[in-house]
């Protein structure tokens, strides 16, 4: 895959501009991954959809780790790590496609935006950030317009309107890790080997599900379009991936943050579109409100200088 990096010879401001250019393009696409989760989970399993998601993800990787020549750089530490952060995605990932059988795509990705507030609490707890009441009272705030959201839910479609929240907490774990990792390693072996790991355990739920007759982990022969919307699952995460990589590689991660939440915007257009559906008035203000929250709290790392602590909220790879 040809690189799509600025020469280094680029002045910083060329670099920004090319650099939040793909990042629009990456949230703006994101959505995309969900709406064909959304269409395929009427008929395949959630486990069968993440399974295929991730290998596709190491399908379309591999080419690039091997020209890099990043593939077999491993230790044992380093196998456990991409295991831990391998199995965390599976948690992510599966609660929040399970949820998208009951509840639109706009509402899942509103609740699921509250990571931003997990990982600033998480952080201040095990890595030791120093997070001032300002960045809490938002925390808070933030949690606030997340029952907003999930309160009609849970009305309409019980307890699994909590899975985005559940969704969220393993992404921010999944990212606390990556830390440990990202240090010294190459990021796209930091993908792949999250996708074997990540596609490996799916296959394990999916063959212990077999029979079961369970609508998350019980394997089916997909048929029609279901072929279809699986594909555009693991190609639209592809891409809106490799966005994002080349997007933080180009410009600051305090710059491009709070552009993730475009994605919002483009999943209540996609889910409109496609489904017909709009959040109500009371969601809406909810949605407004961890929109607020988080760019609040980005705005607080940024005047503290601790930009390496914000990361994409979606992990589109």
Known sequence: MADMSLPKT???NDRISFGLTLMVLSVLLSPLIDIFAKLAIATVPSAQITAVRFILQVVFILPIVLVRGS??????RKTGLHALRGGLLVVTMLSFITTLKVMEVADAIAIFFVEPIILTILGSIFLKETIGWRRYTACAVGFLGALLVIQPSMQEVGL??????VAAFGLAVFLLVTRMVAQNEDPWSMQFHAGIWGGLFCLVLLWLGEGS?????????????????????????????????????????????????????????????VFGHLPDALKW???SIIIGSGLYIIWRERRVDKTASIAPVSPAI
Do not use: M
């Open 285 to 287: 203000l909810g949605i």
């Open 71 to 76: 593939l077999f750089d491993l230790t044992w």
């Open 160 to 165: 699994i309107a909590l899975l985005p929240i």
């Open 10 to 12: 680029a002045n910083a």
């Open 213 to 273: 007759g369970s609508d998350v982990f019980d394997p089916v022969w997909p048929a029609g379009n279901a072929w279809l919307y699986l594909l555009g699952v693991g190609v639209t995460a592809t891409i809106s991936g490799v966005l994002g990589v080349y997007a933080y590689r180009s410009a600051p991660a305090s710059v491009l943050a709070p552009l993730q939440y475009l994605e919002i915007v483009s999943a209540t257009i996609f889910g409109w579109l």
